[in-house]
């Protein structure tokens, strides 16, 4: 027994540079124009048009619940038009994110994905993603080119 985790140590020790975590990878930011339905981890460096709260809802009375849960919180969700000089987009802001949605701000989304919303486009930023405040930026939003207002329809494909 002891010679196998004698050998398990060794071995340990000497695959230690091997096993190294792989090197970050830098991000790739692309324009709003180059968005597509069902896609993700999308990093964009947008500015804010406009925000409109949607939902900002109680939560529900905790007292019923039979589990004691997390602190219960409120529910805010705010539609949010966003772009670059390529086109625009809706980009939905929940929670915490909605306090970051001030007009003529610049954001950073990082690991953004397309949610389908209506049959139209719709940005968002789960748990896995990241929303920062940027430097203002130069560029004018061109406000002609709204993603959000493309209807798309799934179609099936028979082979």
């Keep these: 027994m002891a010679s196998r985790s004698g050998n398990r140590q060794q071995a340990n020790a000497g695959g230690e540079n091997t096993a190294?975590?792989?090197?970050?990878?830098?991000?790739?930011?692309?324009?709003?124009?180059?968005l597509k339905p069902g896609t993700s981890g999308h990093n964009l460096t947008v500015k804010i048009v406009n925000a409109n709260t949607v939902l900002s809802k109680k939560p529900r009375n905790p007292s019923s619940l039979r589990v004691p849960a997390r602190p219960q919180q409120n529910t805010r969700i705010a539609e949010c038009l966003v772009g670059d000089e390529t086109g625009s987009i809706l980009l939905t802001a929940r929670n915490d994110q909605v306090d970051l949605m001030k007009p003529?701000?610049?954001?950073?989304?990082?690991?953004?994905?397309?949610?389908?919303?209506?049959?139209?486009?719709?940005?968002a930023v789960d748990k896995?993603?990241?929303?920062?405040?940027?430097?203002?930026?130069?560029?004018?939003?061109?406000?002609?080119?709204?993603?959000?207002?493309?209807?798309?329809e799934l179609v099936n494909v028979e082979e």
């Design 20 to 34: 190294a975590k792989p090197a970050m990878r830098k991000p790739v930011f692309i324009k709003v124009d180059q």
């Design 104 to 123: 003529d701000a610049t954001i950073i989304l990082r690991n953004a994905k397309i949610d389908m919303f209506k049959g139209s486009m719709r940005l």
């Design 128 to 152: 896995w993603g990241r929303i920062e405040v940027a430097e203002p930026a130069t560029f004018v939003v061109n406000e002609e080119n709204n993603l959000s207002l493309v209807e798309y």
